[in-house]
Structure formats: structure tokens, C-alpha cells
């Protein structure tokens, strides 16, 4: 498998190409806004804090998943389902209590950085509809980048790509 390095320039660039996909879906109008975004650990934190720029959210939340093994970039043999470290429950519930206008439909943006097999964002995705009725929250996902395998499509994509191996500034090499 080949790997691609990707750059800061393409990072940002991928943003920007969500956040108007965004602001013309969520935001046609001043009274539909994103009212949070749930930045999925660790991928999903940078490009979560940009697009919260872009998107001028002030409330960044983390849902801490990890599906791969850090060492050997594959599936985590022992918990191929993937490992949950950090749950987004609790903290999305207290924010809803808290908001000004909580019984407001609120509307919650999920970002990671890339949709590979789309197990996470599925799986989050079914996990928050069992806790929030669709009625109160309206949750949609955003990915940088997403692989042409992928079982799940973000309503959100800055590139749909093959399956080469994506290689973020952010990480080591």
C-alpha cells in the first residue's frame, strides 16, 4: 500500500471545502446554525478546532474511539470493533442542560479527520440516536478525507479518495 503525505496547505483546504458545504446545507439562514462539534480523538480534534473557526462554534466536544493498532497501523486484533476511551454522552447531555435554549432542536457536527472503513462514524452515529431523540438533535458527520470502501458516507467529505495509505501533518512519522 502506498502512503500518502498529506500537507497543513491540503488540511486547510479540505476545511474550507466543508465548511462551505455547511454553511450552504445547515446554515442557508441566520436561524439554523451548527450549535456544537464533537471532534473524534485524536484525528478529529485539529480538523474539529478549524472548521469551529470557520464555522465561528464555540463548543468543541471529544469522543475518544481508537479501531487501529498505533504500532502497526492495522485493525486492533484483540477489539476489532474497536475500543471507546472517552464517551460524548455525558458531556452532550450537560450541554444541552445548560444551553440557553435547550429545548431548541440543536444541531451537532462529528468530525474526524478521515472515513476509512466508516465503522466509527456508523457506530457513533447509532450509539447517539439511541440516547437523543431525532426530534431534540440533528447530528451530521464530516470527514476530510473518505475511502472509496467505505460502508458509511459522511454527509460532509472535502475528498473522496482511493485506499492508499493518508499520512497526517499532525502525526508522527
Request: charged share 25%; glycine share 6%; aromatic share 10%.
Amino acid at each position: 500500500m502506498n502512503t500518502e503525505k498529506l500537507h497543513w496547505c491540503d488540511i486547510e483546504h479540505q476545511c474550507t471545502k466543508i465548511a462551505e458545504q455547511v454553511l450552504h446545507t445547515i446554515s442557508p439562514s441566520c436561524n439554523t446554525r451548527v450549535d456544537s462539534i464533537i471532534g473524534l480523538s485524536r484525528g478529529g480534534l485539529v480538523p474539529a478546532t478549524i472548521l469551529a473557526h470557520k464555522l465561528n462554534v464555540r463548543e468543541i466536544l471529544v469522543h475518544g474511539y481508537h479501531s487501529y493498532d498505533d504500532c502497526t497501523n492495522t485493525r486492533d486484533e484483540v477489539n476489532d470493533h474497536g475500543v471507546m476511551y472517552q464517551d460524548v454522552v455525558c458531556d452532550l447531555t450537560e450541554s444541552f442542560k445548560n444551553s440557553q435554549s435547550y429545548y431548541d432542536h440543536k444541531q451537532i457536527l462529528i468530525v474526524d479527520d478521515l472515513c476509512d472503513e466508516g465503522l466509527t462514524l456508523q457506530g457513533l452515529i447509532k450509539r447517539l440516536y439511541n440516547k437523543f431523540d431525532k426530534n431534540d438533535v440533528c447530528f451530521y458527520t464530516a470527514t476530510l478525507y473518505c475511502k472509496e470502501h467505505s460502508v458509511f458516507t459522511p454527509d460532509f467529505v472535502g475528498e473522496h479518495c482511493g485506499n492508499d495509505w493518508l499520512a497526517f501533518p499532525w502525526e508522527s512519522t
